[in-house]
């Protein structure tokens, strides 16, 4: 009975993710008439439950097991699933701590520029962690749909000429990609007559060959898609200039969003279409690392050639993906664990920029982020160490984790066929980011005049300053457990490549596959 | 019947990828309803065309037509629909800020 009243309770924590941030949203909705004050502390304190839940399904799932919930308790396939495995479980830890944060600094000041700020910030948790968790691909279009659709609200927080154009951008080639989803989900549909990602994974590998070219099809396009959300080459365009104009807290946010891009390309081309998928086997796979290594080499070059910090640091998470899914698009446990590994540093490190930068920004007068000789800056030595550690982190020096991920990509692609390329790039790329923040730190922090008398703002407070250093502080620790943390990883992309353990624990103990 | 719903989707494919490339905001608003529309037929589609059978099972039925797509489409409609009317209230905000109706908010030369 007790071991019942267990087993319920741990399959209903797959859930609960999903539900706090929905229930919260619609909580801070009703109650939006409140004084701010309780509602950024209600807010702050889903958040913090968010947090605490990530972690404890994290623990649940640490063992190897794969949590499942049937919505409804309509068995799978037939029925909507939420599965948690250890990646699931990662990805939530990475998106709650994040979203603590850029809510931590959203609350000084800037949701007040939007009546909705935190209800859009609750739905936008909501639909990111749905995306992480579900099972089904269907419901994964709508997981999207809804992220996107507090993405819009984000984005254009505050108002402003050049969010309205960005967000114009941004909003068209979404709901192009959306459809795109429709047409490869239905494609899926109509040949293999589920939705079920794990039923999806037993009837590709089984598929007949006149059918086959449709469902290879419907794979490409889905990657195609998920390759639009992640921003890879040639479909990154709507990132830069979306990113480096929203408001800090949403773009801190954004940080995660091409990670769910990412996810999904992970979880789709393991899970469906890995090695042993038969005739469909690696039909992501080989598309991935030269598109990726190509990201990160047109996201540097972009970075170079920014006129303004925060354009920089869209670039430089342009880039991010790119190593991101060059680890992936490796295909080996090291490859992809090293990946993993990869994925919250750079969360973090692009995120405290964005942080960052607004901050710069309000120091410099009409100069603002641009990077060209301005004033000296408030408290300039503590946003010059920040900036230094977050630049640090990004490009990947030694001590901090930035380097440990790197250097795991890089021992990873050492027995790969197309080593040199991947050790070229990523190598050349790694110095050509720190010459360009090293332009960017010397032109904000040295290169500077003496302030006009009478425009002198008040320096950047130290509870403003917190999230920037709460966030680089999360890096700093990924240094520190990096020997755990990187075997975490290599045992979840150990779990992604035998895909046998998620389809049975979905679809039952006596199925195929 | 399959021909013919096939040409429809085409057709609606088509006229929506034209107008989503043009330069104001207008067609490429309508061009994405027709999208829209497109995929919601094709969504319809791939539960195989039957007439005239229920959906539900029913013991006298001697055969059924497949419901989950038309579930998707259901889903799928109201997504399209809100997501039409955002983009719209988009561009009238853009019309409104930007001084003119163009995608990149500039005037032609």
């Given at each position: 009975?007790?071991q019942?009243?267990?087993?319920?309770?741990?399959?209903?924590?797959?859930?609960?993710?999903?539900l706090?941030?929905?229930?919260?949203?619609?909580?801070?909705?009703?109650?939006?008439?409140?004084?701010?004050?309780?509602?950024?502390?209600?807010?702050?304190?889903?958040?913090?439950?968010?947090?605490?839940?990530?972690?404890?399904?994290?623990?649940?799932?640490?063992d190897?097991?794969?949590?499942?919930?049937?919505?409804g308790?309509?068995?799978?396939?037939?029925?909507?699933?939420?599965?948690?495995?250890?990646?699931?479980?990662?990805?939530?830890?990475?998106?709650?701590?994040?979203?603590?944060?850029?809510?931590?600094?959203?609350?000084?000041?800037?949701?007040?520029?939007?009546?909705?700020?935190?209800?859009?910030?609750?739905?936008?948790?909501?639909?990111?962690?749905?995306?992480?968790?579900?099972?089904?691909?269907?419901?994964?279009?709508?997981?999207?749909?809804?992220?996107?659709?507090?993405?819009?609200?984000?984005?254009?927080?505050?108002?402003?000429?050049?969010?309205?154009?960005?967000?114009?951008?941004?909003?068209?080639?979404?709901?192009?990609?959306?459809?795109?989803f429709?047409?490869?989900?239905?494609?899926?549909?109509?040949?293999?007559?589920?939705?079920?990602?794990?039923?999806?994974?037993?009837?590709?590998?089984?598929?007949?060959?006149?059918?086959?070219?449709?469902v290879?099809?419907?794979?490409?396009?889905?990657?195609?898609?998920?390759?639009?959300?992640a921003?890879?080459?040639?479909?990154?365009?709507?990132?830069p200039?979306?990113?480096?104009?929203?408001?800090?807290?949403?773009?801190?946010?954004?940080?995660?969003?091409?990670?769910?891009?990412?996810?999904?390309?992970?979880?789709?081309?393991?899970l469906?279409?890995?090695?042993?998928?038969?005739?469909?086997?690696?039909?992501?796979?080989?598309?991935?690392?030269?598109?990726?290594?190509?990201?990160?080499?047109?996201?540097?070059?972009?970075?170079?050639?920014?006129?303004?910090?925060?354009?920089?640091?869209?670039?430089?998470?342009?880039?991010?993906?790119?190593?991101?899914?060059?680890?992936?698009?490796?295909?080996?446990?090291?490859?992809?664990?090293?990946?993993?590994y990869?994925?919250?540093?750079?969360?973090?490190?692009?995120?405290?920029?964005?942080?960052?930068?607004?901050l710069?920004?309000?120091?410099?007068?009409?100069?603002?982020?641009?990077?060209?000789?301005?004033?000296?800056?408030?408290?300039?030595?503590?946003?010059?160490?920040?900036?230094?550690?977050?630049?640090?982190?990004?490009?990947?020096?030694?001590?901090?984790?930035?380097?440990?991920?790197?250097?795991?990509?890089?021992?990873?692609?050492?027995?790969?066929?197309?080593?040199?390329?991947?050790?070229?790039?990523?190598?050349?790329?790694?110095?050509?980011?720190?010459?360009?923040?090293?332009?960017s730190?010397?032109?904000?922090?040295?290169?500077?005049?003496?302030?006009?008398?009478?425009?002198?703002?008040?320096?950047?407070?130290?509870?403003?300053?917190?999230?920037?250093?709460?966030?680089l502080?999360?890096?700093?620790?990924?240094?520190?457990?990096?020997?755990?943390?990187?075997?975490?990883?290599?045992?979840?992309a150990?779990?992604?490549?035998q895909?046998?353990?998620?389809?049975?624990?979905?679809?039952?103990?006596?199925?195929?596959? | 019947?399959?021909?013919l719903?096939?040409?429809?989707?085409?057709?609606?494919?088509?006229?929506?990828?034209?107008?989503?490339?043009?330069?104001?905001?207008?067609?490429?608003?309508?061009?994405?309803?027709?999208?829209?529309?497109?995929?919601?037929?094709?969504?319809?589609?791939?539960?195989?065309?039957?007439?005239?059978?229920?959906?539900?099972?029913?013991?006298?039925?001697?055969?059924?037509?497949?419901?989950?797509?038309?579930?998707?489409?259901l889903?799928?409609?109201?997504?399209?629909?809100?997501?039409?009317?955002?983009?719209?209230?988009?561009?009238?905000?853009?019309r409104?800020?930007?001084?003119?109706?163009?995608?990149?908010?500039?005037?032609?030369?």
């Amino acid at each position: 009975m007790r071991q019942q009243v267990a087993a319920v309770t741990t399959s209903q924590l797959v859930i609960a993710p999903v539900l706090l941030p929905l229930l919260a949203g619609i909580a801070l909705l009703l109650g939006r008439s409140l004084d701010l004050r309780w509602r950024r502390a209600f807010a702050l304190t889903c958040a913090l439950g968010q947090i605490v839940l990530a972690l404890v399904l994290t623990r649940a799932v640490a063992d190897g097991s794969v949590l499942v919930y049937a919505l409804g308790n309509w068995p799978a396939p037939f029925g909507i699933v939420l599965v948690a495995d250890r990646l699931a479980a990662w990805l939530l830890v990475t998106t709650s701590l994040l979203a603590w944060f850029a809510l931590a600094y959203g609350c000084l000041g800037s949701d007040r520029d939007g009546r909705h700020f935190h209800v859009l910030f609750q739905l936008q948790i909501f639909g990111l962690s749905g995306a992480f968790l579900t099972g089904d691909l269907f419901n994964l279009f709508v997981f999207f749909e809804v992220l996107l659709l507090a993405s819009y609200g984000l984005l254009l927080h505050g108002g402003g000429r050049r969010r309205t154009r960005a967000a114009l951008h941004y909003v068209v080639i979404n709901l192009v990609g959306s459809t795109l989803f429709l047409f490869a989900a239905g494609t899926f549909y109509g040949v293999l007559g589920t939705l079920n990602l794990a039923d999806l994974a037993v009837k590709a590998a089984a598929v007949s060959p006149q059918d086959l070219p449709l469902v290879r099809t419907a794979g490409l396009l889905l990657f195609a898609v998920f390759a639009l959300k992640a921003a890879l080459v040639p479909l990154y365009l709507w990132l830069p200039a979306a990113y480096a104009n929203t408001s800090a807290p949403a773009a801190a946010l954004f940080a995660i969003m091409t990670k769910v891009g990412a996810y999904s390309i992970l979880r789709v081309s393991t899970l469906i279409f890995g090695a042993d998928a038969g005739p469909v086997a690696n039909l992501i796979a080989d598309w991935l690392l030269p598109v990726a290594l190509l990201t990160l080499a047109v996201g540097l070059v972009g970075a170079a050639g920014s006129e303004r910090l925060r354009l920089q640091i869209a670039y430089l998470v342009v880039a991010s993906i790119g190593t991101l899914l060059t680890a992936v698009g490796l295909g080996t446990v090291s490859g992809i664990g090293a990946g993993l590994y990869y994925l919250p540093h750079s969360t973090f490190a692009a995120a405290a920029l964005f942080l960052l930068a607004d901050l710069i920004a309000g120091q410099r007068g009409e100069h603002a982020d641009r990077l060209e000789r301005g004033p000296v800056m408030g408290r300039h030595w503590v946003l010059g160490v920040l900036f230094f550690l977050g630049a640090i982190l990004i490009v990947g020096l030694p001590p901090l984790s930035g380097f440990i991920g790197k250097f795991l990509i890089l021992r990873a692609a050492l027995d790969h066929p197309a080593a040199v390329w991947v050790l070229g790039i990523l190598l050349g790329g790694g110095l050509l980011a720190l010459l360009t923040l090293a332009r960017s730190g010397s032109l904000l922090f040295y290169h500077t005049a003496e302030a006009d008398a009478g425009t002198a703002v008040p320096p950047p407070t130290w509870r403003a300053l917190a999230p920037v250093a709460g966030l680089l502080t999360l890096g700093a620790a990924m240094t520190l457990w990096a020997g755990p943390l990187s075997d975490y990883t290599a045992a979840m992309a150990d779990q992604l490549l035998q895909p046998d353990g998620y389809v049975r624990a979905v679809l039952g103990e006596g199925s195929p596959g | 019947m399959e021909a013919l719903l096939a040409l429809i989707i085409g057709t609606l494919t088509a006229c929506g990828v034209y107008l989503i490339l043009r330069a104001r905001t207008f067609p490429v608003v309508l061009g994405l309803t027709f999208l829209s529309y497109a995929v919601n037929l094709f969504l319809f589609a791939m539960g195989r065309l039957v007439v005239g059978r229920p959906p539900l099972i029913d013991p006298s039925a001697a055969a059924y037509t497949d419901p989950l797509p038309q579930a998707l489409v259901l889903t799928a409609i109201v997504i399209g629909f809100a997501m039409t009317a955002f983009v719209i209230m988009l561009a009238l905000k853009a019309r409104a800020e930007l001084g003119n109706d163009h995608v990149d908010g500039m005037h032609e030369p």
